[in-house]
């Protein structure tokens, strides 16, 4: 019974197609045999289906195993060797004993951070800031002049500032308790609009309204800004206690006292603390609009990617690194701070700078998740 | 020094009949409102502070009819209804909203007076070092002091109180009563306080308004409360110590000062 003769085998029967006897187990069989059988088909036709479009992906984007032979010399000299490469190589030198090791050039992206003005310059002559606060009676002066850093910085700070208000007023307008059910729907409403779009694209709307420049972004961010702390803040309202609220009426105080001594003194700590993350959040955006246009440092990488000056952008790579990284830690502390009845998990130092390009292109999207 | 008349007051809550015509009348007293938990005490003292509205029936301060949260009717709370983030002045300052616009007080631009007044309400409850203490780092029967401060600064011709001490410690409770009976007497404040503990009612209070079931059982005098009518507010249970005079109400607030040797005096 057991084992088979090659006479045995038949195709049909293998496949299911031929009945092998009457009992229902038999039959049973031969139907249970048909079933795979059309499985093993589809799959077939699914492989050979992902193979043709595979092929013709492959095709379309001019996919050439030969190329990446060709190339293959030319990669390794933008990383290391080459006129401007990723790393270009230099030396480090121990103290006290005299001894170098190869090691990463920091002077080169240093020059270039210098050259560029990615951080910030001091040039004698003028006065302080070029503002002419200072006269020079005792000194030459000085003048400030602001790298690409700043103007990140600047951008991400003066969208949230100018949207802060705007957050205020849309969330606490948007709060049941304050402004009564069909009314405040208005409200979220536009802030869910707002929300929707993402701060990139809110930038290319605004294009026509002030050009490819900082000012833009900065106006981006003042948008997006206004949908998503304005919503924070709603949020936060939800959750305010009758209590004091209560205590704050039963003074005889007006409606409009009410809202800010019962409710708003509730989540003033919270309200802080939502405005930090916001911040740090518009630094990752204000990075991310600086690559399609809205200055700072994520131009100056975007126009070295285009001249193919490898270390210049690393350069600039470092400094979003930095920037972003020590932006995000500060802001942990600030709310870690402030929230100090609460659990709130701290960021690690490493885990700050190592998730910043990861944070950034969700901060430019418009996906922030809550901290 | 005030009065404080109810007029056949009456809350129903949908089908719930919480207070049933109830009347009275408190002048220049410190006046408690005795009653189990769910009685209308609570009813009683947040339909004369407008926080709810009566179904029927007058309240009259000093023979004027009043409606609404006002600042002449102090209200404290049993769970302080404190600002918590903000400091204790800052929470006895809010007692004088009313008498101020949105942008002053937003401001802090009350006038000396106020501000003065704020601190001197908290010297009054024995806060006067801590006034710049955040409440919320605060002890329960601190906080329970900052809203008695916040109801002096409202300069009330009436203090409300809704059982101030019924989440504190029996020392705490104590020392609460104690400020509270010293704020309406300094002040020459007229005060309706709920309690459920008999022996601090006994010890502070000068009139006695019994409610049960949302109605009047007894309004009497100091001299007039007697362990009967206690037995009759709470039923047997709870009155079995007072009536042995061996109290063991965990609320008993001085050891050798026995419950009934408060009632009979």
Known sequence: ?371 | MSTLKVEKLTKEYGDVVALENVSFEVEDEFAVLLGESGAGKSTMLRCVNGLTEPTSGGIYLDGEPISGSRSDVGMIFQQHNLVEGVSAYLNALTGSLDRVSVLTSLLQWQSREDKLRALDALETVGLLDEAGQRVSQMSGGQQQRVGIARGLVQDPRLLLADEPVASLDPASAETVMGYLKKAATEHDVTALVSLHQVNIAAYFGERFIGLRDGEKLFDVGRDELTPDLIDELYGDVETVGLADGHGDDPASFDGERDTEQVISQ
Request: with cysteine; charged share 15%.
């Open chain 1, 1 to 371: 019974m057991s084992g088979r003769t090659p006479g045995d085998w038949s195709l049909t029967e293998y496949v299911g197609l031929e009945e092998i006897g009457d009992s229902p187990v038999e039959q049973k069989l031969t139907e249970l045999k048909w079933q795979s059988t059309k499985r093993r088909l589809y799959t077939l036709l699914g492989l050979v289906g992902v193979g043709v479009v595979f092929g013709a992906s492959l095709d379309l984007i001019n996919f050439s195993i030969a190329e990446l032979i060709t190339q293959w010399p030319q990669f390794l000299e933008a990383l290391t060797i080459g006129e401007s490469p990723y790393f270009p190589p230099g030396e480090l030198v121990i103290p006290f004993v005299g001894l170098s090791v190869p090691f990463v050039d920091f002077g080169a992206y240093w020059e270039f951070m210098m050259e560029e003005n990615l951080i910030l310059q001091i040039e004698s002559g003028g006065s302080l800031l070029g503002l002419g606060l200072l006269p020079p009676l005792f000194y030459d002066g000085i003048t400030i002049v602001p790298g690409a850093m700043f103007a990140t910085l600047a951008v991400a700070v003066a969208g949230s500032v100018l949207g802060m208000p705007l957050a205020l007023f849309f969330g606490v307008m948007s709060s049941e308790r304050v402004v009564p059910y069909p009314f405040n729907f208005v409200f979220r409403a536009t802030m869910s609009l707002i929300r929707a779009i993402p701060g990139l694209v809110w930038f290319l709307i605004l294009i026509p309204l002030a050009g490819v420049t900082t000012f833009t972004a900065a106006l981006a961010i003042m948008v997006d800004t206004t949908g998503y702390l304005g919503r924070l803040f709603t949020d936060e309202l939800e959750e305010i206690s009758d209590g004091p609220i209560e205590g704050i009426r039963s003074t005889g105080a007006s409606k409009a006292q009410i809202v800010p001594f019962g409710m708003l003194s509730q989540v003033f700590r919270q309200f802080i603390a939502w405005i930090a993350f916001d911040l740090e959040h518009n630094v990752r955006a204000a990075i991310g609009l600086g690559l399609i246009g809205g200055g700072g440092l994520g131009l100056e990488l975007y126009t070295q990617r285009q001249l193919f000056r490898y270390t210049d952008m690393m350069a600039c790579i470092i400094l979003i690194f930095l920037l972003a990284g020590s932006v995000e830690l500060a802001s942990q502390r600030v709310r870690s701070y402030l929230r100090e009845e609460e659990t709130e998990s701290e960021t690690g130092v490493l885990e700050a700078f190592v998730t910043v390009p990861q944070k950034i292109v969700s901060s430019t999207l418009g996906r922030r998740e809550r901290p």
